[in-house]
C-alpha cells in the first residue's frame, strides 16, 4: 500500500493532470457572471455579466470599491451570495478575475500541506484560453489591473506620508 507521502503526491499529480487538461473542477466552479450549463461549461448570465461590465467600467473612471458598493445596492443588485449589501473584498476580488477575459488560471495558489501560498512561478501555472465566454475585453481588464496597482502604490505612499506628521 502507498504511504501517506505517496498517496498526497499521487493526489497532486492527478490534480495537476486535470489543471493542464482543464478538466479540473476548479476550471469550472461558479462564477458571478456565468451560469454552469448542463455539460459543465460556462455561459454568460447575461444579467450578472452587466453588472461584472458596469463594475469594471466604473472602477476604470476612478470610483472607490465603497462608491461601486453603494451604487450596487441603490440599484438593488444583490451580491453574488444574495445579501443586498456588497462588501469592497467582494468587488475587489471580482475585479481580478481573468475568468472574466475568457482565460481561468488555475493554481495560483500551492499548497505546501501546512499553508497555501501564492504561485509565483514555483510551479507552472496553467492558462486555459477560450474555455468560456469573455465578459470584459482583455483592455479593460489590463487597465483596471494597472489602476488597482497604482491605489494600492499611492495609498500607501498617502499612509507613508502620514507618519511624519
Not at 499529480?13 to 451560469?35: E, I, N, P, T, V
Not at 496597482?149 to 511624519?164: D, P
Request: hydrophobic share 35%; aromatic share 8%.
Amino acid at each position: 500500500p502507498m504511504n501517506a507521502f505517496e498517496k498526497s503526491e499521487a493526489i497532486k499529480a492527478s490534480l495537476r493532470k486535470g489543471f493542464q487538461d482543464g478538466s479540473s473542477k476548479m476550471a469550472k466552479r461558479r462564477c458571478y457572471g456565468y451560469d454552469v450549463a448542463s455539460d459543465g461549461t460556462l455561459v454568460i448570465n447575461p444579467e450578472e455579466a452587466k453588472v461584472v461590465v458596469w463594475i469594471f467600467e466604473q472602477y476604470k473612471v476612478g470610483k472607490s470599491l465603497g462608491k461601486i458598493a453603494a451604487g450596487l445596492e441603490q440599484q438593488g443588485i444583490l451580491s453574488p451570495t444574495g445579501k443586498p449589501k456588497w462588501n469592497r473584498e467582494t468587488i475587489d476580488k471580482l475585479l481580478s478575475k481573468e475568468k472574466y477575459t475568457g482565460r481561468v488560471l488555475l493554481q495560483k495558489t500551492i499548497s505546501t500541506g501546512a499553508a497555501q501560498i501564492k504561485n509565483d512561478g514555483l510551479m507552472d501555472r496553467y492558462l486555459h484560453t477560450e474555455t468560456h465566454e469573455a465578459i470584459i475585453s482583455d483592455e479593460i481588464f489590463d487597465t483596471v489591473q494597472q489602476e488597482k496597482l497604482y491605489r494600492s502604490k499611492s495609498s500607501e505612499n498617502t499612509l507613508s506620508m502620514k507618519q511624519y506628521f
